[in-house]
């Protein structure tokens, strides 16, 4: 079935990609068939994060739910929009707000998935900062969010079933989060990577730990995946990976000879700043540039044992 097509599809898929690109701005909401009966929206409202579900003969898996509980209802107008089957599934990437705050709207599937520490975080200061953060932003919806964690948890890897599907969550360790899960579909050769990538964007780093986050980008570029549906931004192909890697080296590299000359932090966010901003110019949110410099600048302060 699909599984035999998955080289006509993905040709289909980057036409369509291609043409899509071309009459959409990077801002307009859309939902992608990136394969058939798998769908991404991306670029979507108060928050870009992505949102991808599979429908099955089975039922519906939901990975990530977006930023409110009004946002998740665009989500499912947009399943329904396409099948009447239950949603069976709902997976969380990792725990923050802007991928786990529409839980709520799917909370029949009664079965909500995701890494053990997605459910502490959650239950604890962290989801509750989360919101506390969100809601200073001008996202609409957040004073409806009920956060809700995950009631299965896993460790290392799990594999789930349904409807002739198979996924496989993994968690390599820590990266852009101390739980995140990597989803692959072996069979369709796609992994879902949550913010483990982001697609022409710098990355938030607030939680990250950047030598194991390039890690975790070495295991995914050395699968044998051709689609990768990243947390924010374009569906993409291998080159995301290793754009997203290239800019962690890069980052660790100009800090590392920072923090081994003993420079202070203030002086390497200006010296590295401009060097950052040059080298991804056409990346969006450059005002992350001075919380990745110092997330990076932290891990190697504490390694190199300053
Ligand atoms: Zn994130």
Known sequence: MVVKNWKRVLFAWIVAGVLSGLSLSRADAKTVEVLPNVFTIVHGEGSDSNTTFIIT???VIV???RVSPLEAEKV???IRKR???PIVYTINTHYHGEHTFGNQVFQDSKTLIAHKNVRRALLGLSGREQLEKLKTSDIPGLDAVKVTPPNVVYE???DVYLGGYHLQLIHRGRGHTDGDTLIILQELRTVVAGDLIYNRQFPFMGDGYVDEWIDALQYLEDQD???VIPGHGDV???PIIIAMKHYLLTLKGLVLEQVKKGQSLEKTKETLRPVLQGKYKSWGKPERIDGNIEQA???YSFKEGL
């Open 236 to 238: 993409g192909g291998k």
């Open 57 to 59: 003969r089975e039922g």
């Open 63 to 65: 990975i990530d739910t």
């Open 297 to 299: 600048y932290l891990e």
């Open 83 to 85: 099948t009447d089957l």
């Open 225 to 227: 995946n051709e689609l």
């Open 76 to 78: 499912m107008a947009e």
């Open 156 to 158: 290392k890897k799990m």
